[in-house]
């Protein structure tokens, strides 16, 4: 067996999870999460514990061969439904055309349909991103 003969199938990454109503920042929400995103391998209790907890962070089996998840739905324990996002925590090799890991939007085989449809898949997906404020030209100061 050799690196060029492993099949890679999945790839385990930390990922954020936004959003979340305060009572569903837990260990067992993180576990539940698992339906759509992969597998969950872990869920990171020292975030958990800290006081001002703004995201559940869980460890998960990302399939290379499906686009990445941007988000969820989930129901709070009022009933209500909220939108949740994820962020990907040392995302590289990640296509903003197609969403999958493994290649980037220059090598895509959809990137003809993807420059024909609104992109999906951006920066913001990766942990840590912050938008550029733009500068308006103007310097303060002497």
Not at 79 to 106: D, N, P
């Amino acid at each position: 067996m050799t690196a060029f003969t492993v099949d890679f199938k999945v790839v385990p990454i930390w990922v954020q999870v936004w959003g979340l109503p305060f009572d569903l920042i837990n260990e067992e929400a993180g576990k539940d999460i698992n339906d759509g995103i992969g597998r969950v391998l872990e869920v990171d209790c020292k975030a958990i514990a800290e006081d001002q907890a703004c995201f559940l962070r869980i460890r998960v089996e990302l399939p290379l061969d499906k686009p990445i998840w941007r988000g969820v739905l989930v129901l709070s324990p009022e009933g209500v439904r909220v939108q949740i996002a994820f962020r990907y925590e040392r995302l590289v090799g990640m296509c903003f055309s197609c969403g999958k890991l493994g290649h980037e939007a220059k090598e895509c085989l959809n990137q003809v349909l993807a420059e024909t449809r609104e992109r999906l898949y951006e920066e913001w997906l990766k942990a840590g991103f912050r938008r550029q404020a733009k500068s308006s030209g103007r310097s303060f100061g002497a």
